[in-house]
């Protein structure tokens, strides 16, 4: 059993407690209460963003090989504690432990070691004489305190994708977990800890997201906020954004198409929605929920989709046997399971799925991997997110109709398109209105390339050197190179002078 942390928010590098109402942490695979903490009130969050105002001057001014060394060692602290930071996740989300040891900590270790190695290479435009009498100089400046919100589905990697990118471009931050799953994200504030980044640069307070979310976001000494939710909260934190002036960055929610067109590897493209409708118990905002496959392939995938989903082991998230195990709770497993009764009563099929397993796992929040059909394009369970193990595959006749219907929803963050015709890959990469789109693929990520979202799924990217354009600000410096005081361009201003 991991060690949990013994407080619930770290700032000015001390573990604190919070003054407000007591909230559980529950492993959803039992409905068992592993750990409480009191939330953080307005008084913990001014005190975290004062740490963090008075951490940024000497942050922002150490160099980038200073920052870089820090974050080198904060990758050594992770590796440390790799295996109770994946015990760890897996016990306050109710992932497999499989996903946590070989997905979510490996990948946030990654992140951290991509940005220790990009803190070094902040890119600009060339220095030069733009004007005949004048040096242009770009400077590619930090921002000051960065006020961010992750949810709960990625909770370690949310926590990396928002802080690295930040620090390493010397910011300080103060960073608000989902209120059900901040237990590594206190880890990693501990990993800082022990690596030596400075108190203050980094700091975590917890609580619900209407008070402890509100009293960080409102106030006028951020100098951004990077928002990853869903889309409904995105646009009420882009409101009071707005109100202040305050610069945003908003990765939001997904509805992700999978394209079959009728040349595709069959067998690769069920493999492929299984595995991206249900990794995360669906709980991923760029997971396959809309396969639209070609009219003559569609009895074939549906098939092979409903007899692979049924292999898919449920279990407890602790074995490793374990395939799928339950939703983060037991109210996100009812608002899925309203969603898909709802999808029945007004005219879908579930092919395999539709309810929640009986038997031992009726304790937990689990719900049966689903795949729907019969689905109309209009309807709330092909156009909202789900976020749960569900699949609705919808059958086309032309590959324009195809890419119409992958379109059509308010959503854009990711896609995918499966084929054997080199043309038809790239007609689907540039028609696609998704920020990443897959071919022959559906879910891998990797540091060095960005994650984010176009339409309602929000703006800015995740990862890669691309975050750091949110997460600075440019600067030109233009020099006179002339030494004269009268200025030949006076002239247009004083004539005579
Ligand atoms: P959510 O929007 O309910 O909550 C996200 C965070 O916002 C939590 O920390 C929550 O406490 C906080 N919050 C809630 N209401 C708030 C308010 N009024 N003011 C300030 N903060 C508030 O989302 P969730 O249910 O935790 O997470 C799932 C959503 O996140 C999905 O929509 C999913 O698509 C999205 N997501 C997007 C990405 C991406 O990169 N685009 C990645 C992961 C998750």
Known sequence: MPTYPPSSSYIAGELGVGGGSELPVVDPSTGAVIWTYRADGSASVAAAIEAAADAYPDWSATTPAERSKALQTLETELEWIAEELAQTETAQTGKPIRLSREFDVPGSIDNVAFFAGAARHLEGKASGE?????????????????????????????????????????????????????????????????????????????????????????????????????????????????????????????????????????????????????????QDCTAATRAYVHHSRFDEFVAGVAELMKKVRLGAPTDPETDQGPLVSFKQRDRVAAMVDRAIRDGATAVTGGRAPEGELAAGAYYEPTLLVGADQRSEIVQDETFGPVLVALPFDSDDEAIRLANDVPFGLAASAWTRDVFRAQTAARSLAAGTVWINDHIPIISEMPHGGMKSSGYGKDMSTYSFEEYTQVKHVMSDITAVAAKPWHQTIFANA
């Open 130 to 282: 733009y004007s005949a009498d004048h040096t242009s100089t770009i400077r590619r400046e930090s921002l000051g305190v960065i006020g961010s919100i992750a949810p709960w589905n990625y909770p370690l990697q949310m926590a990396v994708w928002k802080v690295l990118p930040a620090i390493a471009a010397g910011n300080t931050i103060v960073l608000k977990p989902a209120e059900n799953t901040p237990l590594t994200t206190l880890m990693f504030a501990e990993a800082c800890e022990r690596a030596g980044i400075p108190a203050g640069v980094v700091n975590i307070v917890n609580g619900p997201g209407p008070e402890t979310g509100q009293a960080l976001i409102s106030s006028p000494r951020i100098a951004m906020t990077s928002f990853t939710g869903s889309t409904a909260v995105g646009r009420q934190i882009a409101s009071v954004a707005a109100g202040n002036g305050t610069r945003l960055h908003l990765e939001l929610g997904g509805k992700a198409p999978f394209v079959v067109f009728d040349d595709a590897d069959l067998d690769a493209a069920v493999r492929g929605a299984v595995a991206a409708s249900l990794i995360n118990t669906g």
